[in-house]
């Protein structure tokens, strides 16, 4: 079955309801679509692949969109594996096709696939004529490999652009926007954005910088919905614009370990403080309950972080240990930052947390807070300070 998705542009993408977890990391609760297009002209091509446990499904698409056509070019905007999965077969089926992509991806043709014929390399801001159309080429390396791209179709105003504005989520039933109920995809592009991309807002500034000056009426992304509306298109570029930025909303994340829950009583008695200074957004995640992929994302979302430990070895909580590491990877910045540290008989983890904000990357806000043992009135005081501090930031 055809999936035109507009004149002469076809998808031919596949959705992965059964793999737990995207990269071995992040959990896949809506699924997940590789998507891939075909653009017919006088000369056809292809733009990008699929995981290669899809090309069943993405072959028989493709013969169908081609009805018989020749295949002249596939383009590779991207060649992590879940989009270049299925290049080696595509070869045998399709032996003249030629293959474009920059000199990095070529490099990594040759790596991934043995492929070292057939190839066409492009560079920044080069053009392919297909007939009534023309093709251009962006590069847009780290977003998130070196050899990214994005690719402009100026007649159609389609942009090709990889995983760039992509989100986790199957397409189900429908391909574009407007065929969606698109209310779940938002928080999956922020987490996905978060958890893929986060490390490499620089890059994805550059390149929102190289785009500002194309018109763009249809974004073709390799994973989620085909972006058709103005105003969600408007949307989309905002969101990677602005969490590449670490521009948060305003809100508070509380993310705290607890052993015995004398940690997370101190959670929940700040995020009551918070509440009576005005803050509605307030969310807590106990880490060793909440996956990190969602709290990587509200922190990604909101203003304000505030994370709490006890003392554990000496050390941090484990699982505050790995989040901070997670936060550290992706160079988080630009958050008003607080702590607080609970202990029994020698205190470390507001020390260790202390030591987490000597990079500089965030604005520590209030004295942080620690408690000995229990909530003392001393305690809820310094909590109440502390709440009272940072509502006064975010807000």
């Keep these: 079955m055809k999936k035109e998705i507009k004149k002469d542009l076809f998808y031919l993408g596949v959705n992965d309801r059964i793999k737990h977890k995207f990269e071995a990391l992040w959990p896949l609760p809506y699924g997940v ?13 292809l733009f990008d692949t699929v995981d290669s446990d899809y090309s069943g499904l993405f072959f028989r698409n493709l013969k169908e969109a081609l009805e018989g056509r020749k295949l002249d070019y596939l383009v590779i905007n991207h060649m992590e594996p879940d989009h270049s999965g299925s290049i080696s077969l595509l070869k045998t089926y399709y032996p003249e096709v030629q293959i474009v992509g920059n000199a990095r991806t070529i490099d990594m043709l040759n790596g991934y696939y043995g492929i070292t014929e057939g190839l066409v390399c492009v560079k920044d801001c080069d053009e392919l004529p297909i007939g009534k159309r023309v093709l251009k080429f962006f590069l847009t390396p780290m977003i998130h490999w070196p050899e990214t791209m994005m690719t402009y179709e100026p007649t159609g105003k389609m942009l090709f652009s990889g995983d760039a504005f992509g989100c986790f989520g199957s397409l189900d039933g429908g391909i574009t926007d407007a065929q969606l109920n698109v209310g779940k995809y938002w928080n999956e592009m922020i987490r996905y954005y978060s958890n893929i991309v986060g490390k490499y807002g620089n890059p994805v500034q550059k390149a929102l910088c190289r785009l500002a000056g194309l018109e763009v009426n249809v974004i073709c992304s390799t994973h989620g919905p085909v972006w058709t509306e103005e105003e969600n298109i408007t949307k989309v570029i905002s969101i990677y614009d602005r969490l590449s930025k670490c521009e948060g909303e305003n809100g508070v994340v509380i993310a705290y370990g607890s052993m015995y829950g004398h940690t997370e009583y101190v959670a929940e008695t700040l995020a009551y403080e918070l509440s009576q200074q005005g803050v509605k957004n307030i969310i807590l995640h106990n880490v060793s309950f909440t996956d990190s992929s969602y709290i990587i994302r509200d922190i990604f979302k909101y203003k304000g972080l505030i994370i709490g430990s006890p003392t554990y070895n000496n050390q941090l909580f484990p699982k505050v240990e790995s989040l901070l590491s997670q936060i550290q990877g992706r160079d988080v910045k630009n ?58 930031k975010i807000k």
């Design 33 to 45: 679509s590789y998507n891939s297009y075909l653009l017919r002209d006088e000369k056809n091509v």
């Design 335 to 392: 958050k008003y930052f607080s702590y607080f540290g609970t202990f029994t008989w020698a205190g470390a983890a507001v020390k260790r947390l202390a030591a987490f904000t000597e990079s500089g990357c965030f604005e520590v806000v209030g004295e942080p807070v620690e408690m000995k043992q229990g909530m003392f009135e001393s305690v809820e005081e310094n909590i109440r300070l502390l709440a009272k501090s940072m509502a006064e």
